[in-house]
C-alpha cells in the first residue's frame, strides 16, 4: 500500500526575504528537482510543501542547510478538472471518514494537473480511491513527470 | 589536608568535623568571627570606618549574630566608587592577586587576594567538589574564562586543592574541547549552561555520544543562571549529573556547589554569614521567604564585604540535609534584582519564562524575549525556536502550540504574552552569559 504514498519534503520557514532563493540554490547544487510547491502563510510565519524527485536528498540537504523540516506521507492524484473532481473526492472520502488536510493542485510542463492532498487517515484513503476507480501516482510517476 | 571516608554512609567530606558540625556550634564560630571581623574593618578601612560611623554603630556594639542587622549594607557600587583598592584592608605588599570584573556601566570591580585569602577560596571549593563526588582520579577540563574572570582560576584552584587533574582549557574552541574530552578522559566539566547546551549540539552533528564515547560523568555549570528543568534536559540528553555552582567575583569568585542531593547549594558557615532580605525594605526576611540574598565574608582579609548586597533572588534553608552536612543552603537562585522585568507592572524574571519553556519538549531551549511600548502600553513577545521534532505541516497545528505556549506562561507571568515560532538557529547563541531580553522601550 505504502508504494501508493508520496514523499512530501515541509519546511518551517519565517516570511524572510531569501529563504526561498536559499533552498533553490541548495536543491541546484544537489540536483534535486521540485516537481510540486505551495506555500501556506500565517502572519509571521509559512510551511513551505514540496514534492521533489529525490526526497530523501532534499531533506538531507535543506537540514544541514539550517531549516526545520520534516517529510510527510501524501497522495497524488492525476486529474482532468481540478475544482469538480475536488469536490468529487472530498465527498467520497468524506464518506468513509477520512478527511483532507489541505490539497495543492500543479500542471506538469505537460500540461496535465495533479492534485496534492494529504489526509488523516491515509489507509483508507487508498482504498476508498482505488475502489472509486481513481488512480494515484507513486514516487516512479513523480520522478517521470 | 586529608579526606574522609565515613563509612557509615559512604559520603565522602573534605573536612567532616566542620561540615557536620551542629548547627549551634556553627553559628557559634560565626559569632566569633563576626566581632573579629566587626575590629577588623573598622580599624583596617577608613571606607567601612565612615560607613560605621554614618550609621551610629560602633565595633562594640556588635555581641551576637543578631546584632549584624545594624550593620550598614555593602554594595557593588561602592567597590565601583572606590575604584579601583580604595576598600582593600591590607597593604599591597600582602596581596598575590588581583581579579578584575568588566561592568557592563562605569567603573570596573577590582578583587584582591592574600595568600590566605587564594586558600579560603580554594578550601571552599575543595569541600564543594568533594560534595559532588570530584576528587582524586578525575579529570577536570575549566572551560570557563581564564584570565580576570574568576571563573576559570576559581575551579582550577579548587581541583587542585581536592587532587583531581585540572585541564586549563579555557573557554571556546569546541572542537578541540570535544577532542581533549575523548582523549585525556575528562570526568568532570566546568562551564556556563549555555555553553554546555552549545557543546551538547556541536558534539551531536559530530556524531559524538556523551555516554559512549566520553567518561563525563558530572556537569558543573554556573555563572549565568539556569532552571530545575534545564537540568533535566541537560541530563536526560548527556547521562550526566549537572551540578549548580555558585559565587561572585566580590566573594572571591566561585565558591559554593549543590550537594549530590541536588536540593539547594551549601554556603560554608564558617566562612559566611547568609541573610535573606526584603530588596524594597531592608529587612531581614524569615527562613523559607523568597528575597535578595546579602553575604558577610568571615575570613576573607584583602576585600572583606560586610552585608553585601548580592543582587540575587533566593530561599535560605538551614534544616539538616540529606548529605549529613549542617550548612545552610540556598535555593537556586531565580533571578537578579536588576534582571527583573517590569511589564504593566507586573514583575517579570527571564527565568519564570525559560522554566515554562523547557516543561514543553515541543519547543527548543533557545528563547529571546522582546519587550516594546506600543500605544502608550507595554508589549512582550517571546521568539521561540521551532523545534525539529515537534515540526508539524500544517499550520493549524504550530498556531496552536503558539497559543498553548502563551497561555502556559500567562498562568505564571498573569501577563498576556506573544508567541513566535522562529527557524533554527536565528536566536543568536552565547558564550558568556546568555542575553535573553530585548527591550525597546523608550522611556
Ligand atoms: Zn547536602
Known sequence: MDEKFIKQISLFAENK??????????????SVNIRA?????????????????????????????????????????????????????????????????YAYAFVTKTEKAFLIIRVNDLKTAVETLYEEGIPLLDMSDVQSI | MTKW?????????????????????????????????????????????????????????????????????????????????????????????YHVSSGTTGKPTVVGYTK???????????????????????????????????GGLGLHYGAEEVGSTVLPISVGNTDK????????????????????LYMAEEAKDKGIDFQKDTGLKTGIFGAEPWTEEMRKRMEDATGIKAYDVFGTSELSGPLFTECTCQDGIHIWGDQFIVEIIDPETGDTLPEGERGELVITTLTKEALPLIRYRIGDYTILNK???????????IMRVTGRVDDMLIIRGINVFPGQVESVLMKMPEVGEHFMIHVD????????????????????????????????????????????????????????????KSKKVIDNRKL
Open chain 1, 17 to 30: 526575504p531569501g529563504r526561498l532563493a536559499n533552498i533553490a540554490s541548495s536543491f541546484k547544487e544537489a
Open chain 1, 37 to 101: 510547491f505551495t506555500i501556506a502563510e500565517a502572519g509571521d510565519f509559512g510551511i513551505i510543501r514540496m514534492v521533489v524527485d529525490k526526497p530523501e536528498k532534499a531533506h538531507r540537504v535543506l537540514h544541514d542547510a539550517g531549516f526545520t523540516v520534516s517529510e510527510t506521507d501524501v497522495l497524488g492524484i492525476q486529474m482532468e478538472d481540478v475544482p469538480g473532481q475536488l469536490a468529487t473526492i472530498a465527498e467520497v472520502l468524506g464518506k468513509k471518514g477520512a478527511n483532507i488536510d
Open chain 2, 5 to 97: 571516608l565515613l563509612c557509615d554512609n559512604m559520603i565522602e567530606y573534605w573536612n567532616p568535623q566542620i561540615e557536620r558540625m551542629p548547627l549551634d556550634e556553627l553559628e557559634q564560630i560565626q559569632e566569633e568571627r563576626l566581632r573579629h571581623l566587626v575590629d577588623y574593618v573598622y580599624t583596617h578601612s577608613p571606607f567601612y570606618k565612615k560607613r560605621f560611623d554614618e550609621a551610629g554603630v560602633k565595633p562594640e556594639d556588635i555581641k551576637t549574630l543578631e546584632d549584624l542587622q545594624k550593620l550598614p549594607f555593602t554594595y557593588k557600587q561602592d567597590l565601583r566608587d572606590n575604584y579601583p583598592k580604595g576598600m582593600f584592608c591590607v597593604p599591597d605588599t600582602q596581596l598575590v592577586r
Open chain 2, 116 to 150: 590566605s585569602d587564594i586558600h579560603e577560596w580554594a578550601k571552599s571549593l575543595g569541600r564543594a567538589l568533594t560534595s559532588i563526588g570530584v576528587g582524586r582520579g578525575d579529570v577536570l577540563q575549566v572551560s570557563y574564562g581564564y584570565g580576570l574572570f574568576t
Open chain 2, 177 to 196: 574541547q570535544l577532542e581533549l574530552m575523548q582523549d585525556l578522559g575528562t570526568t568532570t566539566l566546568a562551564c556556563t549552561p549555555s555553553y554546555f
Open chain 2, 319 to 329: 534544616q539538616p540535609c540529606e548529605c549529613g552536612r549542617t550548612h545552610p543552603r
Open chain 2, 373 to 432: 511600548r506600543i500605544n502608550e502600553m507595554d508589549t512582550m513577545k517571546i521568539q521561540i525556536e521551532m523545534n525539529d521534532e515537534a515540526f508539524s505541516d500544517k499550520v493549524n497545528d504550530i498556531i496552536s502550540l503558539e497559543k498553548k505556549v502563551a497561555s502556559a506562561l500567562k498562568s505564571v507571568l498573569n501577563l498576556s504574552v506573544g508567541v513566535e515560532l522562529v527557524e533554527q538557529g536565528t536566536i543568536p547563541r552565547s558564550i558568556g
